[in-house]
């Protein structure tokens, strides 16, 4: 089942989302949620969703970067964003830790504000201790574009979008930034065609 994805302006996205018990993580409501999530996550397409984003205040994340969506860049464009392949996974009640590393400038877009994007800086290493979703610990040191992923995802849950950190003269819509990238070489990945919701979380 496909749900609506709420966008800005939804007080939803901007509450900190409550942790899950192991308890409640194993019931046919929350399973039967992240399958939902997952769905509407592929159709988007986007590469995460949080459960803020389809109106549900919880500390549910759902991830997955798929090497269809990679089509689209250069080989150059995916060393840039150092942007691997990442299969589906689920993360609950994480807790993140920036890793002292270089800071990346890259245009973020994301599923809950359409049509626009803009410039964030963002730590390219992080590690997160969560829950997966049979309430297992794990740990996740990732860095680059899942780095990425990770931070702008778990903003969600704590009621932070992307314009909050976003460089706000670099605000632009697709089409546009389509448009100048174009014409201009940049050191920032370009978008395709059909394919610029892959980038969206």
Same mark, same amino acid.
Request: with cysteine.
């Given at each position: 089942?496909?749900?609506?994805?709420?966008?800005?302006?939804?007080?939803?996205?901007?509450?900190?989302?409550?942790?899950?018990?192991?308890?409640?993580?194993?019931?046919?409501?929350?399973?039967?949620?992240?399958?939902?999530?997952?769905?509407?996550?592929?159709?988007?397409?986007?590469?995460?969703?949080?459960?803020?984003?389809?109106?549900?205040?919880?500390?549910?994340?759902?991830?997955?970067?798929?090497?269809?969506?990679?089509?689209?860049?250069?080989?150059?464009?995916?060393?840039?964003?150092?942007?691997?392949?990442?299969?589906?996974?689920?993360?609950?009640?994480?807790?993140?830790?920036?890793?002292?590393?270089?800071?990346?400038?890259?245009?973020?877009?994301?599923?809950?504000?359409?049509?626009?994007?803009?410039?964030?800086?963002?730590?390219?290493?992080?590690?997160?201790?969560?829950? %997966?979703?049979?309430?297992?610990?794990?740990?996740?040191?990732?860095?680059?574009?899942?780095?990425?992923?990770?931070?702008?995802?778990?903003?969600?849950? %704590?009621?932070?979008?992307?314009?909050?950190?976003?460089?706000?003269?670099?605000?632009?819509?697709?089409?546009?930034?389509?448009?100048?990238?174009? %014409?201009?070489?940049?050191?920032?990945?370009?978008?395709?065609?059909?394919? %610029?919701?892959?980038?969206?979380?």
């Amino acid at each position: 089942m496909l749900l609506k994805i709420c966008e800005v302006g939804n007080p939803v996205l901007r509450r900190v989302a409550r942790q899950l018990t192991p308890a409640e993580i194993a019931t046919n409501q929350i399973q039967s949620l992240i399958e939902h999530m997952r769905d509407t996550m592929r159709d988007a397409p986007g590469v995460g969703l949080a459960a803020p984003q389809i109106g549900e205040s919880l500390q549910i994340v759902v991830i997955e970067d798929k090497v269809e969506y990679h089509k689209g860049l250069t080989e150059a464009q995916l060393a840039e964003r150092q942007r691997k392949p990442v299969d589906f996974h689920v993360i609950i009640n994480p807790k993140i830790e920036l890793l002292p590393s270089p800071v990346a400038l890259f245009f973020e877009g994301c599923l809950s504000i359409p049509r626009l994007m803009a410039e964030v800086p963002r730590p390219l290493s992080v590690r997160v201790t969560c829950l %997966n979703e049979r309430a297992e610990p794990q740990t996740i040191t990732a860095h680059g574009w899942y780095a990425r992923i990770l931070q702008h995802e778990i903003d969600h849950l %704590n009621g932070r979008l992307y314009t909050d950190l976003m460089q706000p003269h670099t605000l632009t819509t697709i089409e546009n930034y389509q448009r100048r990238l174009m %014409n201009a070489p940049s050191t920032v990945p370009e978008p395709k065609a059909g394919q %610029n919701l892959q980038d969206y979380e």
